[in-house]
């Protein structure tokens, strides 16, 4: 996204008794601060409503809002948080903004049942999208067109993002910053947060036992020991020994603690090696591929393609500029040095990466 010099319109669109207060605390903290020490452009922020004036969130917290929908048509990321209301129904003037909005090319992004106004704009006919896991069967029935998917945090379908419930709400917006401005700047504002950057799983593993981090002591060593040593062989069998463990209570140990799976908190650690080597370091993708425990370039590509979008060139040409700002807010560069020469990786073909790991995607 660019900005020509100028500062990039964010508009948060709130109706009175139906704002969110949770994602419009989650907004505000992303766009509300000047941030650009770590990387991210100035932003616009501000509130709009059909009606300017003194609004209350669904929790009663009164609100002003300055800006009608007149700004939508000069906004460069249009937000909408929950809509708590279903028997409101949202106005054809409001519907409108946001269809006009999206033609012009803005990013358009939904937090819990803000989808329902998306769907009711059309803006979502035929996408795969997600929602509150409570509301999913709801918006399914409501908009048929819409392909609902409960299990996940957020859908990104470029130009439209859609985010679960409340704290999904903070990743929602963690992956459209790192999208947009990359990895150093979203892990420095997770870091701000207090936050991780990147939960891996689906929403479903929180709906009943929140997780957000390792809290079993002894896995937490072993994990901290992999994310070290990711060129090297780390099948769960090498992970289950070094926590004394057979595979399979290990694997179960691991799924019950962090919510995903050995295979999948890999992937993760080694793509987030890779990203933040492509952003700053020269090293080559056959160098970083090796490093960071894919074996091959091939292996890098077609997890980077299927994972983030782009290639792994392509991210470094987008985000190399992002190093500089992941220096400034104190992010620790990548250590070449802990990365073992000459390991065995992933394999390039997925159906291969299970069966060494011993686990499912």
Not at 37 to 50: C, K, Q, S
Not at 220 to 249: F, I, K, Y
Request: proline share 5%; with cysteine.
């Amino acid at each position: 996204m660019t900005q020509n010099g100028r500062p990039l319109v964010v508009s948060v669109v709130v109706a009175d008794g139906l704002v969110g207060s949770f994602g419009l605390g989650v907004c505000a903290e992303v766009f509300g601060y000047d941030r650009r020490d770590m990387g991210l452009p100035r932003f616009d922020f501000a509130l709009v409503g059909e009606a300017p004036g003194v609004l209350r969130t669904d929790t009663g917290i009164p609100i002003t809002v300055e800006h009608g929908l007149e700004r939508l048509a000069c906004s460069d990321i249009v937000s909408i948080t929950a809509w708590e209301l279903f028997d409101r129904v949202p106005s054809p003037a409001l519907l409108d903004a946001f269809r006009v909005a999206h033609a012009r090319g803005a990013i358009i992004v939904s937090h819990c049942t803000g989808a329902f106004v998306l769907a009711a704009a059309g803006l979502l006919d035929g996408k795969r999208v997600t929602t509150h896991w409570k509301w999913a069967g709801e918006l399914a029935a409501r908009f048929p067109a819409v392909q609902v998917d409960p299990s996940v945090l957020y859908v990104d379908n470029g130009q439209v993002i859609t985010g679960a419930g409340t704290a999904a709400g903070v990743d929602t917006l963690l992956h459209l910053v790192r999208r947009e401005w990359g990895a150093a700047a979203a892990n420095a504002l997770a870091r701000e947060m207090v936050v991780p950057p990147h939960r891996d799983g689906g929403q479903a593993q929180f709906i009943d036992a929140p997780v957000a981090a390792c809290e079993d002591d002894r896995l937490g060593v072993v994990l901290d020991w992999a994310g070290a040593h990711l060129a090297e062989d780390l099948s769960v069998d090498v992970l289950a020994r070094r926590a004394l463990m057979s595979p399979r209570s290990f694997a179960r140990r691991f799924k019950a603690t962090t919510g995903t799976t050995p295979h999948a908190w890999l992937l993760g650690q080694r793509l987030a090696a890779a990203e933040a080597l492509l952003e700053g370091s020269d090293a080559p993708v056959e160098e970083i591929a090796r490093l960071v425990g894919f074996g091959t370039p091939a292996g890098l590509r077609e997890q980077f393609a299927r994972r983030r979008g782009v290639s792994p060139r392509a991210y470094r040409q987008t985000f190399r500029a992002g190093s500089t700002a992941s220096s400034a807010a104190g992010t620790a560069p990548v250590q070449l040095d802990r990365h073992r020469p000459g390991a065995r990786g992933m394999g390039s073909d997925q159906t291969v990466v299970e069966a060494e790991l011993g686990q499912p995607a």
